[in-house]
């Protein structure tokens, strides 16, 4: 069975950082593409980046500079290291994990506020 678990969401003022991590059990990260999605209120979900399993990465524009994509296939985890965050970057994070199939985490909440 197919599970990625979200970390590392929480309230962080404008210009500050966190760092989400997605676990993944029943799956190589190795072997999966692998994304940040996000979801704003009243908005639809979009990608924020993402790494295959090649390790090729592409972020969304509204991120480039600010936040980075990395996986560690020994702890089958990918990190998501965000910077400079602004408010606008308030949203649902969601892992995703395609090859085959598609899986999705149940997202963590992520607020930039002062």
């Not at 908005?43 to 991120?63: E, G, H, P």
Request: contains cysteine.
């Amino acid at each position: 069975q197919v599970h990625l678990a979200e970390a590392g969401g929480g309230l962080v003022q404008p210009g500050g950082s966190l760092t989400l991590a997605c676990a993944a059990s029943g799956i190589s990260v190795s072997r999966y593409a692998m994304a940040w999605y996000r979801q704003a209120p009243g908005k639809q979900r979009v990608l924020v980046a993402d790494i295959s399993s090649s390790s090729t990465i592409t972020y969304a524009d509204f991120v480039k500079g600010r936040f980075t994509i990395s996986k560690n296939e020994a702890k089958n985890v990918v990190i998501l290291q965000m910077n400079s965050l602004e408010p606008e970057d308030t949203a649902v994070y969601f892992c995703n994990a395609n090859h085959l199939d598609s899986y999705w985490g149940p997202g963590i909440q992520v607020t930039v506020a002062s």
